[in-house]
């Protein structure tokens, strides 16, 4: 019979090499043992890690990078469809809307982000990429984020950021909502100054700020 | 008469030349490296006289002294990959030089919004120090803007037909070092792949292929190579003028003060 720890490496091998077959097999093996699935989100968060890592090292190119997100992005949807079979309800910590901002067609970090979020517990609406600001608004307003996620991935873009701070003032959502902003070319020094409440530089950042969010909000 | 130190990506070497072809009584000397074949190439084939200087001498540049000096050095392609080391790179290289010249121009844009604060850091030098502008004052934010002249215009252009579309833009040098480029921004390890670089491009959002004319033909091939790049990513082809104002306003513009600073006039 095939150990945790086996599936896990499995898991982990598999996701390294962008083998996708791989890992949805190890997802599945794990599933059929009714193994519980903290453990393996565990890892799979852990491998992406290591993707990332690589990619900033040098390691690695962008399309690896990109091999590996949607792996992530699938097995993550493959694992709640198994959790919700087996009766489990996933309990929302917060919603969090996040998109890109207008003109900006870069999502993978956005992506990646997303799916961090989702499996860290929180309620995504990802509203995509290349977004007016007012539609940016209007989603959080509408959805009633508590995390409002934007980022913009070149200098040129990045002024929709400020629109977006300011427009959420205008029409009195601002004291609802944290906002995070994220991108290439955004630094904390830029986010204090349009009025964010945070910046982030990663995916994992961005977990643990919204966790930060949500603590300061109990 | 003043000298003149110019820090540039390796993607200006048109706009450069075209100054230097258009430039008299102005002795231009490059600083030896890897990055200095295209240039002198183009520079050869224009009969456009220069020397070369070795790093370690630059502070020893020879010409005549009647002459408007101009030390040229040119940096390696995508440093904008990675910011911060674009910036260590560009600032070290000021750090190093800088204090040698009566005039620093930095032919870079934000790049990645790392050069942001450039000429503010340098003001201790107590020389002109600059990096490129749009007429409004606004530094451009990077060599597809300076095509464009301003960030309106390059923002337009960003428009694609529908929402979530990319372009992806080149200039004639970005169109003839594509190939090169597409590696050194991480982007594949095989720029050959054509078809991991289109996962890649899809995946993006890019959609189309703007070509952005800057009314340079030093690289005989950019439309040939346009079309070759439209092709082979299923790309649809925009068309766009541009120019080489930025480039030249900037260079004439520091030329200016500092022969007026200098107590020179320009003929």
């Not at chain 2, 560009?90 to 030089?97: G, L, Q, R, S």
């Not at chain 2, 979530?164 to 480029?181: D, S």
Request: glycine letters at 6%.
């Amino acid at each position: 019979m095939t150990s945790e720890d086996e599936i896990l490496g499995q898991l982990y091998k598999s996701f390294i090499e962008n083998n996708e077959e791989g890992v949805h097999r190890a997802i599945d093996k794990w599933f059929e043992r009714g193994y519980e699935e903290k453990q393996l989100l565990f890892k799979l968060i852990e491998a992406q890690e290591e993707v990332a890592r690589r990619f900033e090292e040098n390691e690695c190119f962008l399309a690896t990078l990109i091999n590996s997100t949607t792996i992530l992005q699938k097995s993550n949807k493959l694992i709640t469809e198994k959790m919700a079979n087996k009766g489990f309800a996933s309990k929302n910590k917060a919603t969090v809307v996040i998109g890109t901002v207008k003109n900006d067609t870069h999502d993978l970090g956005k992506n990646i982000a997303a799916c961090r979020l989702q499996i860290a517990g929180f309620k995504v609406v990802d509203l995509g990429r290349d977004l007016p600001t007012s539609e940016i608004v209007d989603a959080t307003i509408n959805n009633k984020a508590d995390i409002l996620a934007v980022s913009s991935m070149t200098s040129i873009t990045m002024d929709n950021l400020k629109e977006i701070v300011d427009l959420l003032k205008e029409k009195g959502y601002r004291e609802n909502v944290k906002i995070m902003v994220s991108g290439a070319p955004v630094t904390k020094e830029y986010a204090d100054r349009i009025g964010a409440d945070a910046y982030v530089r990663t995916a994992s950042e961005a977990v643990e700020t919204a966790e930060n969010f949500i603590s300061q909000k109990c | 008469m003043p000298s003149l130190y110019i820090v540039s990506c390796r993607m200006f070497e048109d706009e450069l030349v075209h100054i230097f072809e258009e430039e008299e009584n102005t002795n231009l000397l490059i600083v030896e490296n890897e990055n200095t074949e295209g240039i002198e190439r183009k520079l050869n084939e224009l009969s456009i006289k220069y020397e070369k200087i070795a790093p370690e001498n630059i502070d020893k540049y020879p010409g005549n002294k009647e002459d408007f000096i101009v030390v040229l050095h040119l940096l390696e392609f995508a440093l904008d990959a990675e910011p911060s080391l674009l910036k260590d790179k560009v600032y070290k290289t000021i750090e190093d030089n800088g204090k040698y010249f009566d005039g620093i121009l930095v032919f870079y844009g934000l790049c990645g919004n790392v050069l942001g604060s450039l000429e503010e850091d340098f003001a201790h030098l107590n020389i002109p120090v600059r990096i490129l502008k749009d007429a409004y004052g606004n530094i451009v934010d990077d060599c597809i803007c300076t095509a464009f002249g301003n960030r309106e215009s390059y923002m337009e252009a960003m428009q694609g037909d529908e929402r979530g579309e990319g372009t992806y833009f080149l200039t004639p040098m970005q169109a003839a070092n594509w190939r090169e480029m597409l590696v050194l921004a991480k982007l594949t390890p095989d720029p050959n792949n054509n078809e991991m670089t289109k996962t890649v491009f899809d995946y993006s959002g890019y959609k189309n292929v703007g070509k952005v004319d800057t009314g340079l033909h030093y690289e005989k091939d950019f439309e040939d190579t346009v079309e070759e790049f439209a092709t082979l990513f299923d790309f649809k082809k925009r068309n766009f003028t541009g120019s080489t104002k930025i480039t030249d306003q900037n260079y004439y513009s520091i030329k200016k003060d500092m022969l007026r600073e200098s107590g020179q006039f320009e003929l």
